[in-house]
T-cell receptor, first 114, second 113 residues
Framework: EAGVAQSPRYKIIEKRQSVAFWCNPI?????LYWYQQILGQGPKLLIQ????????DSQLPKDRFSAERLKGVDSTLKIQPAKLEDSAVYLC????????????FGPGTRLTVT | GDSVTQMEGPVTLSEEAFLTINCTYTATGYPSLFWYVQYPGEGLQLLLKATKADDKGSNKGFEATYRKETTSFHLEKGSVQVSDSAVYFC????????????WGLGTSLAVNP
């Protein structure tokens, strides 16, 4: 079974530029999560989708971050414009549904904003 | 508010040593508790879980027991290997409709041969 795929693995941009991350969850998983993991901290949930609807985006900085999951499968997370404090690893995870105990994580995208 | 506190790292051990990584939590109701592991260059993986008080989760020689009286979920392994070197995260998920994971800061473990 293929795992959660993410791309790119690494990205370096200058502040005020824009960047997009892509995630393909495990086939059949209805729930998709985007997390931000700053070095030395635990993951912070940015947004949770159930199919193509948003369940929780309470910690998403909506002035600069946006995410979509148009067909209920893969998803993109965008930052525009980026700030220095956005430097982090962005993790995508999926689960069978919102009640499932296990979330399956992708390898993450390491973003450096200079 | 709801939170998870785990012991700070890094933890450095010799191969075959006994491992304990402490984790305590604060939560309303009856959360489920998890340990996730992040090996170098890889994504987070669920290591073990416990969904109710006195449950013991176990996997790959690791164990953790859900202790409601002490609000703890300490991770233990009797004999660590070099391949156990990773970052370990304790997390909880609240009962009810809000099933968001709440994470600890992670504990880095290095096992030397």
């Amino acid at each position: 079974e293929a795992g959660v795929a993410q791309s790119p693995r690494y990205k370096i941009i200058e502040k005020r530029q824009s960047v997009a991350f892509w995630c393909n969850p495990i086939s059949g998983h209805a729930t998709l999560y985007w997390y931000q993991q700053i070095l030395g901290q635990g993951p912070k949930l940015l947004i949770q989708f159930q199919n193509n609807g948003v369940v929780d985006d309470s910690q998403l900085p909506k002035d600069r971050f946006s995410a979509e999951r148009l067909k209920g499968v893969d998803s993109t997370l965008k930052i525009q414009p980026a700030k220095l404090e956005d430097s982090a690893v962005y993790l995508c995870a999926s689960s069978l549904d919102s009640q499932a105990y296990e979330q399956y994580f992708g390898p993450g995208t390491r973003l450096t904003v200079t | 508010g709801d939170s998870v506190t785990q012991m700070e790292g890094p933890v450095t051990l010799s191969e075959e040593a006994f491992l304990t990584i402490n984790c305590t939590y604060t939560a309303t109701g009856y959360p489920s508790l998890f340990w996730y592991v992040q090996y170098p260059g890889e994504g987070l993986q669920l290591l073990l879980k416990a969904t109710k008080a006195d449950d013991k989760g176990s996997n790959k020689g690791f164990e953790a027991t859900y202790r409601k009286e002490t609000t703890s979920f300490h991770l233990e392994k009797g004999s660590v290997q070099v391949s156990d070197s990773a970052v370990y995260f304790c997390a909880l998920r609240l009962a009810g409709n809000n099933r968001k994971l709440i994470w600890g800061l992670g504990t880095s473990l290095a096992v030397n041969p």
